[in-house]
C-alpha cells in the first residue's frame, strides 16, 4: 500500500506537467471598422504565457460573431498558435446572476438579524417606559411624609428618562421602517433576476505553445452582423455667389450586445458579408485535370469601396440606437439657377450644380437642406450619377414667380386640304423679385406625337429654347435682372385628317409625365 502511494506521489507532478494550463481574461476593444451592414471588431490583450501549451479565453464578447470570421495573432513569434475556437458561453450569465442573487440573499439575512434585535430594544424600552409612573405616589407606602426636594428631583428624573425612552422609540421605529422597505426591495430584485432572460456572451479559445515563459500581446477580431451606420448630410446654402456648406454625419447603431467604450472608429462602404462563389466547372472545362478555361462573372459597381476614418474617439451603447457622429465637412463650389415649372409650380425651385463632386466619396442617404438659415426640409441624396456635375435641390423660392396661360382654339377649325386644324397659344411670363440678378431655367411641354401618328404638329414662336421633340420638352435658359420681367409667347398647331374631326382621338393630346422637384 505505501509502495502504491508512493508511486501515486511520485508521478503525479509529471502527470500535472503534462496537463494543459486556462487563463481566462478580457480582452479591451481598440477599433471598430463599421459597415453599412456589419461591424469588424479589433480587440488587444497583453497576456504572459507559461511555458508548455496553454489555453487563453477571451470571455466577454458578443454573442452574434459571424461564423469563420475569428482572426488571431501574436506578437511573439516564439509563440505558435495551435487552435482557435469560438463558442457561446451560457453558464457565465447565469453564474452572475447566482452571485447576485446570493449576495442580495445575505444582505436580507443581515437585516433580518438586526431587525430582531431592534425588537429585543424595543421590548425593553417599552417596559421600563411602563413602569416609570407605575406607583401613585413617591415613596409608596411609606407612612412618612417626603420632602419637596426629593419630589422634585425624582419628577425630574421620570420626565428625563421618559424623554429620552420615547426619542429613542422614535428612532428605533424610523430604523425598522427603513430596514423593512430595503428587505423587500431586495426580495423583489432577487425575483426579476430568477425571471429575466439571461443574455449569453461569446468566448473565444485561443491554444498556444511557448519554448519559456513569455509576455505576448494578442490581438483578434471578427465580424458581427449587430450593427451598422447610414450616411446624413446637410446642405446648407448661404446666398448666390457663395460655396455650399456641405456636413457629413453618420448615423451608427451598435445591437451586438457589448458596449463599444472610447474606441477609435472608421467607417466604410463595403460589405463583407456578401461572399463570393467560385464558378463551377463543368467536365468539358477540364482537361488532363487542369482547368483550361474559367468564365468570371463581371459585375460594375457605380461607386467605389470608400472608407471614412474618424478623427476623435467615440463610445457607442449596445442599445440598437442610432448615434450620430461627425464625419466630414467642406465647402463645395457650387452654380446655382432657379429652375421653374410652370405648368406645375409657380414658384421657382433653387436647384445646385455641384462639379468635381465624385471627390468628396458620398454614398445615397438622406439630406436636410438649410436656405439661407431656414430649414427647408429633407430629401435623398442620389449619388448614382455617371456625370461629374451632382445636381441639388435647395428648396422653393417665392421670389422667382411664374405665369402660365394656355388658349386653346377648339371651335375655330378651318379646313386645309383633307386636315383641320386646332391652334394652341401659351404664354410664360417670369418676375424676379429679388436683389439679384439670376440664372432661371423655364421647363414646358407641347405634345408628343410619333411617325405612326396620323396627326401632324408644327411649334413656333420658341425662340432659342431647347426642343426636344421625342420627350416634348422645351427649355429655355436666362439671365433675369432683379425686378425684371420676362414673357415667352409661342404656339403649336395640331392638323388632324378630317375623319378624326369630332372624334375623341383628336382632342386626346399626348404629354410626357412631367414631376417637379420635392422633398
Not at 453 to 468: C, F, P, Q, R, W
Not at 477 to 495: A, H, L, M, R
Request: glycine letters at 6%; aromatic letters at 10%; charged letters at 25%.
Amino acid at each position: 500500500m505505501n509502495k502504491l502511494l508512493s508511486i501515486v506521489l511520485f508521478t503525479l507532478p509529471f502527470a500535472m506537467l503534462g496537463q494543459k494550463k486556462e487563463i481566462e481574461t478580457t480582452a479591451s476593444i481598440t477599433d471598430v471598422t463599421v459597415y453599412t451592414a456589419a461591424a469588424e471588431i479589433n480587440y488587444e490583450k497583453e497576456i504572459i504565457l507559461p511555458k508548455g501549451k496553454s489555453t487563453v479565453v477571451f470571455n466577454e464578447l458578443t454573442p452574434f460573431i459571424v461564423e469563420n470570421s475569428v482572426n488571431v495573432s501574436v506578437s511573439n513569434s516564439a509563440v505558435s498558435i495551435v487552435t482557435v475556437a469560438e463558442r457561446i458561453n451560457y453558464a457565465r450569465e447565469k453564474k452572475n446572476i447566482n452571485e447576485q442573487v446570493t449576495h442580495l440573499q445575505d444582505s436580507i439575512a443581515k437585516m433580518a438579524r438586526e431587525l430582531g434585535l431592534l425588537k429585543c430594544k424595543r421590548d425593553v424600552m417599552e417596559t421600563e417606559k411602563g413602569l416609570l409612573f407605575k406607583g401613585e405616589a413617591i415613596g409608596g407606602l411609606s407612612t412618612h411624609g417626603v420632602s419637596v426636594a426629593e419630589i422634585e428631583k425624582a419628577s425630574a428624573f421620570f420626565n428625563r428618562r421618559y424623554l429620552e425612552l420615547s426619542r429613542e422609540l422614535f428612532f428605533l421605529t424610523e430604523k425598522e421602517k427603513i430596514l423593512t422597505a430595503l428587505t423587500e426591495r431586495y426580495y423583489n430584485q432577487i425575483e426579476e433576476l430568477e425571471t429575466i432572460s439571461i443574455q449569453t456572451t461569446s468566448e473565444i479559445r485561443v491554444t498556444v505553445s511557448c519554448p519559456a515563459e513569455e509576455k505576448t500581446r494578442f490581438k483578434f477580431k471578427f465580424l458581427t452582423a449587430k450593427a451598422g451606420w447610414t450616411p446624413v448630410y446637410d446642405f446648407k446654402y448661404e446666398g448666390p455667389g457663395q460655396p455650399l456648406q456641405f456636413i457629413f454625419r453618420a448615423n451608427i447603431f451598435n445591437a451586438s450586445g457589448i458596449a463599444w467604450q472610447d474606441v477609435s472608429l472608421k467607417l466604410s462602404t463595403a460589405d463583407p458579408m456578401r461572399g463570393f462563389k467560385l464558378p463551377e466547372i463543368s467536365e468539358e472545362q477540364k482537361k488532363d485535370g487542369l482547368i483550361s478555361k474559367v468564365q468570371f462573372k463581371q459585375s460594375e459597381s457605380v461607386n467605389a469601396i470608400t472608407e471614412y476614418t474618424i478623427a476623435q474617439q467615440y463610445s457607442i451603447p449596445s442599445d440598437a440606437k442610432s448615434y450620430w457622429i461627425d464625419v466630414n465637412a467642406a465647402s463645395m463650389p457650387a452654380a446655382y439657377n432657379y429652375l421653374l415649372i410652370p405648368k406645375l409650380d409657380p414658384f421657382g425651385f433653387l436647384m445646385a450644380k455641384i462639379p468635381n463632386w465624385n471627390k468628396y466619396n458620398l454614398i445615397p442617404g438622406e439630406s436636410n437642406i438649410y436656405n439661407m438659415g431656414s430649414y427647408m426640409g429633407k430629401t435623398f441624396l442620389n449619388t448614382y450619377a455617371q456625370n461629374d456635375t451632382l445636381s441639388l435641390y435647395l428648396g422653393k423660392d417665392k421670389n422667382i414667380q411664374a405665369n402660365r396661360t394656355e388658349k386653346n382654339i377648339l371651335h375655330s377649325r378651318f379646313l386645309a386640304g383633307n386636315y383641320t386644324v386646332e391652334e394652341n397659344n401659351t404664354t410664360i411670363q417670369v418676375k424676379n423679385n429679388f436683389t439679384n440678378s439670376l440664372p432661371i431655367e423655364i421647363v414646358d411641354q407641347v405634345p408628343i406625337y410619333t411617325k405612326d401618328d396620323k396627326e401632324k404638329m408644327t411649334v413656333s414662336g420658341i425662340g432659342n429654347a431647347l426642343y426636344e421633340k421625342a420627350d416634348g420638352m422645351l427649355y429655355w435658359t436666362f439671365i433675369i435682372k432683379s425686378g425684371e420681367t420676362i414673357n415667352i409667347n409661342y404656339k403649336y398647331e395640331i392638323k388632324a385628317p378630317k375623319e378624326f374631326e369630332g372624334g375623341d382621338r383628336f382632342m386626346k393630346k399626348k404629354f410626357r409625365t412631367v414631376s417637379c422637384p420635392r422633398f
